[in-house]
């Protein structure tokens, strides 16, 4: 089997997962971040915080992130799955018709990035002011979670529908935009602290002079550490684009023996997420 055909596996395998996940299990995204929502509630409110069964989900969704990096953001989410699914569809319709697809600049998208921070730190303190309640219907995920579930009784969610409408033309124009620069508990995946064990690297000291492949083909555009660096890139989520893009076959996970797109690997994490989800009850 050459790389090519290797690579067009991995493309589908990725994709079963997500369509899978997608499904059966959409619900992992709003009770994970559900429990952030309680957590800073409760600390406002002086109340004492309960292990609840959405905390227990967002501690056991932020150790697995620890241990195999973002992998839930990117195979198993289902908003980063219906902006992959969108953004397919836009490139594939702009490919029929012969046209370029129109994307939002290098310069103005490397700025957005800090806003998913801003609007996890504006959740936060209207959770811990006890204000948040007053902003239901605003809620593009609550929205996507009522479409999903077949409820499309959306009287008092015209904000919340709004603000989807406008993150799938996002989603259109820049790959993982919502993941990349409004996902709030994209914010808090990022800011967990991952193990390199299974986080990737790259032997840049092999690399072709000059060539970026795996940074432009990467949907957050960030670059990979070097071998021997502790340094773990927080916004990567493991889509495992880059390790079919690099020519030279230089990245790979913390364990070198383990290049981090290996079948085996890939659905044994799936798998794990998914007794971990099953356990869970969502």
């Not at 309640?133 to 529908?161: C, E, R």
């Not at 840049?204 to 340094?231: F, H, M, Q």
Request: proline letters at 4%.
């Amino acid at each position: 089997m050459n790389a090519k055909q290797l690579k067009k596996i991995h493309i589908w395998i990725r994709a079963i997962i997500q369509l899978l996940y997608f499904i059966f299990i959409p619900s992992v995204y709003t009770a994970a971040f559900a429990g952030v929502k309680y957590i800073f509630t409760q600390i406002g409110a002086g109340e004492k915080v309960a292990l609840t069964s959405f905390v227990t989900v967002l501690i056991v969704v932020c150790v697995y992130t620890a241990v195999f990096g973002r992998f839930f953001c990117g195979f198993a989410c289902a908003f980063g799955s219906l902006g992959d699914g969108v953004n397919a569809l836009y490139r594939l319709i702009c490919k029929k018709m012969k046209k370029k697809p129109v994307q939002i600049p290098d310069r103005i998208a490397d700025r957005l990035v800090y806003l998913k921070y801003m609007i996890l730190a504006i959740i936060v303190f209207m959770c811990y002011g006890g204000v948040y309640s007053k902003a239901q219907g605003t809620s593009p995920w609550d929205v996507f979670s009522m479409i999903h579930a077949g409820n499309f009784k959306l009287n008092g969610y015209l904000i919340g529908l709004v603000i989807l409408v406008l993150l799938i033309v996002g989603m259109c124009l820049e790959e993982r935009f919502f993941c990349r620069n409004f996902c709030p508990m994209g914010a808090v995946f990022s800011l967990v602290p991952v193990l390199p064990i299974f986080a990737l690297h790259r032997d840049r000291e092999s690399c072709i002079p000059k060539c970026s492949a795996c940074s432009r083909k990467c949907p957050a555009n960030i670059g990979l550490p070097t071998d021997g660096s502790w340094k773990v890139e927080g916004d990567c989520f493991q889509c495992q684009k880059c390790i079919d893009t690099c020519p030279k076959k230089n990245i790979h996970c913390g364990v070198k023996k383990i290049r981090g797109n290996e079948i085996w690997f890939t659905i044994l994490r799936a798998l794990i997420l998914l007794g971990l989800c099953i356990w869970l009850g969502v």
